[in-house]
């Protein structure tokens, strides 16, 4: 008994040491990022951080957090740990910075320029400009990176493309054609399949990663802005800017079987690891507005801040 108690008391003692996970979301029109208490639901800190910020990604170390600037044409880079920026990283190429994504060793990250069209590779070390690829692709937006660390996927909403990257030389090796307005876009925790949210067309393309091709093309609400899976793959969920709804994808059917009312303009969305809640960024609303996946239903807001939209979870 006297085992089991010590026991207790130590496996206690660890959960009482481990900090909060942390919601982390950029204020658009705020220029700062809010940091969520994710137990508490409250922010803890509001950062600034250069003009007009949209995206945002935390190193899978936990080392930095990096902002790309739309406005600022910069990249902030913030320590989690104190919710300081630390630094502005800028290059003479930037035009309107927007999807950022780390490598899983947390050494590099790819940061996508929207006006130029181009891919940036940074040193997320040193925090400086590694090397600079053209894309061709008009609108180069979103940024996500496979869990080996090999390969890139980015959206390019004016080419209606999503091209793959090989990430050990740098090469764009497939530009696959998807529906217009591709913007949102997510890749399956098997890493089969890259759904992409079409606003143009209002549909969702699913893409079948080893062959590089559209497997199936089903029909989305009005504005499918950005996409999420579930940590199980199960389900996608899918903001509609539009309609002020979340819709909840099944995976295996590839149909819309859930329609969940959130905030006014609801864009950024990140799914908690464990899977028990979603986070939906309300930018009319100034709200995150939390999702119970296993109701579907909304179990929570939080106030951030003026336009909310790229959020992530640490």
Known sequence: MKWCMVLLLAMGAVAQSQP?????????AGDSVAIINAASLRVEKTIPVGRNPHELAVAPNGSRLYVPNVAGNSISVIDPRTGAETKKISHSDFNSPHGVAFTPDSRRALVTSEGSSK????????????????????????????????????????ANTV????????????????????????????????????????????????????????????????LAFTPDGKYVLAPDGASGAVDVYEVSGRKRIQTIAVGSNPGGVVVAPDGMHAYVACQSSGEIQVIDTQTWKVSGKIAVGASPDGITFQ
């Open 20 to 28: 909060a996970r942390r919601v982390f979301v950029v204020n658009k």
């Open 119 to 158: 891919i940036f590779v940074i040193d997320a070390v040193a925090d400086q400009v590694l090397k600079v690829i053209d894309t061709d692709q008009g609108g180069t937006h979103m940024a996500a990176v496979n869990k080996a660390g090999t390969r890139a996927y980015f959206t390019n909403r004016q």
């Open 163 to 226: 091209s793959i990257m090989d990430l050990d030389n740098y090469r764009i090796v497939a530009n696959v054609a998807v529906g217009r307005g591709a913007e949102g876009f997510a890749l399956s925790p098997n890493e089969k399949e890259v759904w992409v949210g079409n606003r143009t067309d209002a549909t969702i393309s699913i893409i079948d990663v080893d062959r590089r091709e559209v497997a199936a093309t089903i029909p989305a609400k009005t504005n499918p802005i950005r």
